[in-house]
């Protein structure tokens, strides 16, 4: 079983810790992590752009002019595609986008990931993640600490003083466990988990 160094909020090494190897030391797959994280930005898009079709602008109900005799092309309605102000041909319409990939591999994508941050050597394990009030000036004091430059921060449950704390500061997202995902390890370029999120993440990923 792979270890790694426990820190506390001042940087100072406080132990060792045990992690599992399936999560932490498993075959990386890059092709399913790409796959969930097209999936994540997928469902994330809100598909509302819409377009009106000449049967949804209103007006044109006359004939902009005569048939013949003007030597231009013929037309029956000013809202006609071809005119300023008429319809749109083929436009984008409301669309839902999203879609679900199968929980084995949203679960393998998630572990691939993990073992990236933890074999780059870009895993901090917290003892704990504690603040007395909130403020930015005592989180961003933690960052330079522990030498984070663009760090995920991982809870184990609801915390507005360490989530409030970190929301105005630039590059840095405080997560709890339930809502780990693919995107947000990869886009961070430090994976940083208290003990007892650590804990949670194994108990729910160890199959």
Do not use: W
């Not at 199968?102 to 993990?114: E, F, G, N, Q, T």
Request: with cysteine.
């Amino acid at each position: 079983m792979a270890t790694t160094d426990l820190f506390d909020i001042k940087g100072e090494k406080v132990g060792e810790v045990e992690i599992k190897d399936e999560i932490f030391m498993c075959e990386v797959k890059p092709y399913l992590m790409h796959d969930v994280v097209k999936m994540q930005l997928a469902n994330r898009r809100r598909g509302t752009a819409s377009t009106k079709t000449r049967k949804d602008v209103s007006g044109g109900g006359k004939k902009p002019y005569k048939q013949k005799g003007t030597g231009r092309a013929r037309q029956g309605t000013s809202r006609s595609p071809l005119q300023v102000g008429g319809g749109t041909v083929f436009g984008p319409h409301p669309k839902d986008y999203s879609y679900t990939l199968p929980k084995k591999v949203r679960r393998s994508a998630l572990k691939s990931a993990l073992t990236v941050r933890y074999t780059e050597s870009n895993m901090k394990v917290l003892d704990k993640l504690e603040l007395q009030n909130i403020s930015s000036k005592k989180f961003n004091g933690i960052l330079k600490v522990l030498s984070l430059t663009k760090p995920l921060f991982v809870i184990d449950k609801k915390d507005e003083i360490v989530e409030k704390s970190a929301r105005n500061i630039p590059y840095v997202k405080v997560l709890r466990v339930d809502g780990l995902n693919v995107y947000d390890i990869i886009k961070h370029e430090q994976f940083v988990v208290t003990l007892d999120a650590l804990r949670k993440i194994e108990g729910v990923l160890v199959s």
